[in-house]
């Protein structure tokens, strides 16, 4: 083989990883983390920072001593594991990375009266199926990146709140996800909305069950398709075991 032939074999093995369209939910995007702790970057929530940390959003808050309505800044350091102290137990301090934090853009994970919501409870969660079209790829706790189900379809169809609650995330700051949105129904669970074309609704905004929230974009093997998690206390669950049967 020549060493023009091998060079061009090289090159390509080495150009492999940063094909991939999406990326595994697990690649650790947005922000830096820096062993337990995480920098805040732009555009995070506490409600996506322990999404893309598989999480509970109440563990974090309180790791950190951060009340609701879970107000964090750029450039602010979060703790990802409970802190270790003398007496075993209490707050970490929040810190920030740089000399403070400018809050350019509040990465506040309920900006309006989240927490005074009226808390509902698991049996009153009436679920429903976020869009429309075959399941074509089954939850998996063995597979790696992401947990959930894929959803067939049409580019643009509706996606819709798989039960009520408010949007604690929509962006496009978790890897692997596209554009995302997260709703949070209450304490407990919270739903996932990725591969969308255009998200409807923006971070604070009160969602009802059923509602149109975005349109539905392609997934990794660039057909229609709709990513969709359900999180319990933080851990992935199946969503075929919580959605209604058709």
Same mark, same amino acid.
């Given at each position: 083989?020549?060493?023009?032939? +091998?060079?061009?074999?090289?090159?390509?093995?080495?150009?492999?990883?940063?094909?991939?369209?999406?990326?595994?939910?697990?690649?650790?995007?947005?922000?830096?983390?820096?062993? *337990?702790?995480?920098?805040?970057?732009?555009? *995070?929530?506490?409600?996506?920072?322990?999404?893309?940390? *598989?999480?509970?959003?109440?563990?974090?808050?309180?790791?950190?001593?951060?009340?609701?309505?879970?107000?964090?800044? !750029?450039?602010?350091?979060?703790?990802?594991?409970?802190?270790?102290?003398?007496?075993?137990?209490?707050?970490? !301090?929040?810190?920030?990375?740089?000399?403070?934090?400018? !809050?350019?853009?509040?990465?506040?994970?309920?900006?309006?009266?989240?927490?005074?919501?009226?808390?509902?409870? *698991?049996?009153?969660?009436?679920?429903?199926?976020?869009?429309?079209?075959?399941?074509?790829?089954?939850?998996?706790?063995?597979?790696?990146?992401?947990?959930?189900?894929?959803?067939?379809?049409? +580019?643009?169809?509706?996606?819709?709140?798989?039960?009520?609650?408010?949007?604690?995330?929509?962006?496009?700051?978790?890897?692997?996800?596209?554009?995302? +949105?997260?709703?949070?129904?209450?304490?407990?669970?919270?739903?996932?909305y990725g591969y969308?074309?255009?998200?409807?609704?923006?971070?604070?905004?009160?969602?009802?069950?059923?509602?149109?929230?975005a349109r539905m974009?392609?997934?990794?093997?660039?057909?229609?398709?709709?990513?969709?998690?359900?999180?319990?206390?933080?851990?992935?669950?199946?969503?075929?075991? +919580?959605?209604?049967?058709?």
């Amino acid at each position: 083989m020549s060493p023009l032939r +091998i060079a061009c074999l090289l090159l390509a093995v080495l150009l492999l990883p940063g094909c991939a369209e999406f990326p595994y939910a697990g690649a650790r995007a947005g922000g830096s983390f820096q062993g *337990d702790d995480y920098v805040v970057a732009r555009g *995070d929530t506490l409600y996506s920072i322990a999404w893309r940390s *598989d999480l509970d959003f109440r563990d974090v808050a309180r790791w950190n001593d951060i009340d609701p309505p879970y107000t964090i800044y !750029p450039g602010e350091r979060l703790r990802l594991a409970p802190p270790r102290s003398s007496s075993g137990g209490g707050h970490a !301090p929040r810190t920030t990375a740089h000399a403070s934090p400018t !809050p350019a853009r509040q990465a506040t994970s309920a900006p309006s009266g989240e927490d005074q919501d009226r808390e509902v409870s *698991d049996a009153a969660l009436h679920w429903r199926w976020p869009t429309s079209g075959r399941v074509m790829r089954r939850f998996s706790r063995q597979r790696m990146g992401k947990h959930g189900i894929d959803l067939g379809g049409e +580019i643009g169809q509706p996606v819709r709140a798989a039960a009520g609650g408010r949007v604690v995330y929509s962006g496009d700051g978790l890897r692997g996800y596209g554009n995302l +949105i997260i709703v949070k129904h209450n304490s407990r669970y919270l739903t996932a909305y990725g591969y969308n074309e255009k998200l409807l609704v923006e971070e604070g905004a009160k969602v009802a069950p059923g509602q149109m929230i975005a349109r539905m974009g392609r997934g990794p093997d660039s057909k229609p398709a709709l990513h969709f998690e359900v999180r319990r206390d933080g851990k992935p669950v199946d969503p075929l075991k +919580i959605l209604p049967e058709r």
